[in-house]
């Protein structure tokens, strides 16, 4: 089959990351980001474009430098399931950590989420990228990378195995025969591992797709590890053509290794095209965009967040970048070693460092329609990524790409006219994911 282009769509309601005016645009409601009608217009937008998914993000930790859209926003798993009532179609990928959930309570929440949608759920695998999180759950610090992503692989592992708990004949329901359930298809996980002891089994049937779809996004090695052995998608951090099409090299290479097929694990890039009626218009926009939100002190109090969210104002900005890479380890370890990394190699001040991780680097995806079209298809075709994660200001945004970009990509094949499939994984091309019971029972049976 000819590779298709994935497309999915994430919401970011009044403003994300670098974001923080977007609130004042008159075409969005001041409430955007906690009005369910608003996502579910969203949702039917993306659909009618025939998108595979939805794409939730989420954290649990703020301060009041925060953007907008963290500072007042829904519980992903409760949004997705109104979303699910109101479409048919598009996938529901939700964002929950794997280090302040336990398995049970998320295997029964995406599984009912699976159920509500008639198979569209997916499951972004996080570890948490906000230290603060930990006091939030009784916890003192955030988790070192080590327990971290060993409780995510555990944890993932668990949710599967619960997920597994029915074989997919388990309920009969024969009235003639008084049969309800076949007990014999019914299991125990009884599982006790180095992070959890969980007995199940878990009181809900598999869908129509057998299990949601895994997704991750973490780049660090523990990540891509993390990654290779469970995820059918990824979530890809940017960069450059160059660096993006290394990490799906390596992303695809690790998953082989791991005795996958790389074919199964489907590289999504985030990206926020900028379109205009000329490329000069759309650069200018972008520009513009830039420009609104070019605020120092703003960007110095995102930078912290990295950095197990680090008071950096307590710093001479024209002083040396102080030394804050042991912090990373809490946070995030692969953004903040690369900041302190360049920050020591060029000598760069604070002040000089924040300004270097924040110039101005429009998307490759910025221009008029027909050359939007062509970027994505060649950086497609040339393997940075298998589908992209979508990213509009707003509403009015996400139309114009629907309207003046997806029927240019269509006309070339390489998105689809209609849905495949019902479920998520039948639109994404991976297979439903076999019952382990049933599979062992057949082993036997042979
Ligand atoms: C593209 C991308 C998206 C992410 N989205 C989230 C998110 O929505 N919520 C969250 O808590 N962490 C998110 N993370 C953070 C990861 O879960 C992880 O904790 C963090 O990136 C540090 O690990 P790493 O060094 O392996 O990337 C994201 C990471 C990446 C790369």
Same mark, same amino acid.
């Given at each position: 089959?000819?590779?298709?282009?994935?497309?999915?769509?994430?919401?970011?309601?009044?403003? #994300?990351?670098?974001?923080?005016?977007?609130?004042?645009?008159?075409?969005?409601?001041?409430?955007?980001?906690?009005?369910?009608?608003?996502?579910?217009?969203?949702?039917?937008?993306?659909?009618?474009?025939?998108?595979?998914?939805?794409?939730?993000?989420?954290?649990?930790?703020?301060?009041?430098?925060?953007? /907008?859209?963290?500072?007042?926003?829904?519980?992903?798993?409760?949004?997705?399931?109104?979303?699910?009532?109101?479409?048919?179609?598009?996938?529901?990928?939700?964002?929950?950590?794997?280090?302040?959930?336990?398995?049970?309570?998320?295997?029964?929440?995406?599984?009912?989420?699976?159920?509500?949608?008639?198979?569209?759920?997916?499951?972004?695998?996080?570890?948490?990228?906000?230290? #603060?999180?930990?006091?939030?759950?009784?916890? +003192?610090?955030?988790?070192?990378?080590?327990?971290?992503?060993?409780?995510?692989?555990?944890?993932?592992?668990?949710?599967?195995?619960?997920?597994?708990?029915?074989?997919?004949?388990?309920?009969?329901?024969?009235?003639?025969?008084?049969?309800?359930?076949?007990?014999?298809?019914?299991?125990? =996980?009884?599982?006790?591992?180095?992070?959890?002891?969980?007995?199940?089994?878990?009181?809900?049937?598999?869908?129509?797709?057998?299990?949601?779809?895994?997704?991750?996004?973490?780049?660090?090695?523990?990540?891509?590890? =993390?990654?290779?052995?469970?995820?059918?998608?990824?979530?890809?951090?940017?960069?450059?053509?160059?660096?993006?099409?290394?990490?799906?090299?390596?992303?695809?290479?690790?998953?082989?290794?791991?005795?996958?097929?790389?074919?199964?694990? *489907?590289?999504?890039?985030?990206?926020?095209?900028? =379109?205009?009626?000329?490329?000069?218009?759309?650069?200018?926009?972008?520009?513009?965009?830039?420009?609104?939100?070019?605020?120092?002190?703003?960007?110095?109090?995102?930078?912290?967040?990295?950095?197990?969210?680090?008071?950096?104002?307590?710093?001479?900005?024209?002083?040396?970048?102080?030394?804050?890479?042991?912090?990373?380890?809490?946070?995030?370890?692969?953004?903040?070693?690369?900041?302190?990394?360049?920050?020591?190699?060029?000598?760069?001040?604070?002040?000089?460092?924040?300004?270097?991780?924040?110039?101005?680097?429009?998307? /490759?995806?910025?221009?008029?329609?027909?050359?939007?079209? +062509?970027?994505?298809?060649?950086?497609?075709?040339?393997?940075?990524?298998?589908? *992209?994660?979508?990213?509009?200001?707003?509403?009015?945004?996400?139309?114009?790409?629907?309207?003046?970009?997806?029927?240019?990509?269509?006309?070339?094949?390489?998105?689809?006219?209609?849905?495949?499939?019902?479920?998520?994984?039948?639109?994404?091309?991976?297979?439903?994911?076999?019952?382990?019971?049933?599979?062992?029972?057949?082993?036997?049976?042979?």
């Amino acid at each position: 089959m000819t590779r298709q282009l994935k497309l999915a769509l994430r919401v970011y309601g009044v403003g #994300g990351p670098g974001q923080h005016g977007l609130w004042k645009d008159p075409r969005l409601p001041k409430n955007a980001s906690i009005d369910i009608d608003w996502y579910i217009a969203q949702a039917k937008t993306a659909e009618a474009a025939k998108f595979d998914a939805l794409f939730i993000v989420d954290s649990q930790f703020i301060d009041a430098t925060y953007p /907008p859209h963290y500072l007042n926003r829904l519980e992903p798993l409760t949004l997705l399931s109104a979303v699910a009532t109101h479409t048919e179609h598009i996938g529901l990928v939700g964002t929950l950590s794997s280090t302040y959930n336990s398995p049970f309570n998320l295997a029964r929440r995406f599984a009912s989420l699976d159920h509500i949608s008639h198979g569209r759920a997916g499951w972004n695998v996080v570890t948490s990228l906000d230290a #603060g999180t930990s006091k939030n759950y009784g916890l +003192d610090e955030h988790l070192d990378y080590a327990t971290r992503y060993g409780r995510a692989l555990e944890h993932v592992r668990v949710v599967q195995g619960l997920w597994d708990s029915y074989e997919d004949d388990a309920f009969p329901a024969d009235v003639e025969r008084d049969v309800f359930l076949d007990p014999a298809k019914l299991h125990a =996980l009884d599982h006790e591992g180095e992070h959890f002891k969980v007995a199940g089994p878990l009181n809900l049937s598999r869908s129509p797709q057998g299990q949601p779809v895994i997704f991750q996004a973490g780049v660090s090695d523990e990540g891509r590890n =993390l990654a290779a052995q469970v995820a059918e998608g990824i979530y890809a951090p940017g960069g450059s053509l160059s660096e993006t099409q290394a990490y799906y090299a390596d992303m695809k290479a690790r998953t082989a290794a791991a005795g996958r097929n790389p074919d199964h694990v *489907l590289i999504f890039l985030g990206a926020a095209p900028v =379109l205009g009626g000329t490329d000069d218009a759309a650069r200018s926009t972008a520009r513009d965009i830039y420009e609104a939100d070019n605020d120092f002190d703003r960007k110095l109090a995102a930078f912290g967040r990295a950095f197990s969210a680090y008071d950096f104002t307590q710093h001479d900005p024209d002083a040396p970048f102080p030394d804050v890479a042991a912090r990373a380890e809490r946070g995030s370890r692969t953004r903040g070693l690369d900041v302190v990394r360049r920050a020591r190699a060029e000598g760069l001040t604070l002040r000089e460092t924040v300004l270097a991780f924040s110039r101005f680097t429009p998307s /490759p995806f910025t221009g008029a329609p027909p050359t939007v079209a +062509d970027a994505i298809e060649s950086q497609f075709r040339e393997r940075a990524f298998d589908g *992209l994660n979508l990213g509009f200001r707003t509403p009015d945004d996400l139309q114009r790409f629907v309207a003046d970009v997806v029927p240019i990509l269509r006309d070339r094949g390489l998105v689809r006219r209609e849905y495949d499939a019902d479920t998520l994984r039948g639109n994404l091309g991976l297979p439903i994911p076999a019952n382990r019971w049933t599979v062992q029972r057949e082993l036997v049976d042979a």
